[in-house]
């Protein structure tokens, strides 16, 4: 198949839409809006069982991008062996910075969240908005994880928080 102009976007590729998480693009769409004619991506998002229409001019602007490579993996996978480093901010703030990582597309932003709040059940308790968010990256994290692995989403789940058990392990 060719790439679909300059974008570097094949049908059927899985690609990050940094809000969206991974989704698998179904091919190029011509719409009319106020006389204009715009040539929209067509991304399906299963999870959420979602398509999205991105302009094709405004792709690579909205953040969109390929699957990470091999090596972007591991380097998030180094990511999150590190130590959890927690500032001593208000809980507001944090989950901010959190959010925002969450939401910038970046493989290693995204591990930097789920190690820091990762918790371990003998570790105490977290409350429902750091639950909330760190399922969120979990999640984001997993899926990108489970398509670059060829592997299921919940087992690549479990394979990351092992990851980060295992450090945790070692470093004690």
Do not use: C
Request: glycine share 6%; no cysteine; aromatic share 6%.
């Amino acid at each position: 198949m060719s790439k679909i102009k300059d974008n570097n976007f094949i049908p059927g590729d899985f690609v990050v839409y940094p809000s969206h998480g991974v989704g698998k693009i179904i091919g190029t769409e011509t719409r009319e809006i106020e006389n204009t004619k715009l040539e929209l991506l067509a991304i399906r998002f299963e999870q959420d069982r979602m398509t999205l229409r991105v302009p094709l001019d405004k792709a690579k602007v909205s953040g969109l991008r390929t699957l990470s490579s091999k090596a972007q993996m591991d380097e998030a996978i180094t990511t999150l062996q590190g130590k959890a480093k927690v500032k001593k901010l208000m809980w507001s703030r944090r989950a901010q910075e959190y959010e925002t990582k969450i939401n910038s597309g970046s493989l290693v932003s995204l591990a930097e969240v789920v190690r820091d709040l990762y918790k371990k059940e003998d570790q105490g308790e977290q409350s429902y908005s750091e639950r909330q968010m760190y399922q969120a990256a979990l999640e984001r994290l997993a899926g990108e994880f489970a398509a670059v692995q060829n592997v299921d989403k919940s087992d690549a789940a479990t394979k990351l928080e092992k990851i980060i058990d295992d450090s945790a392990e070692e470093a004690a």
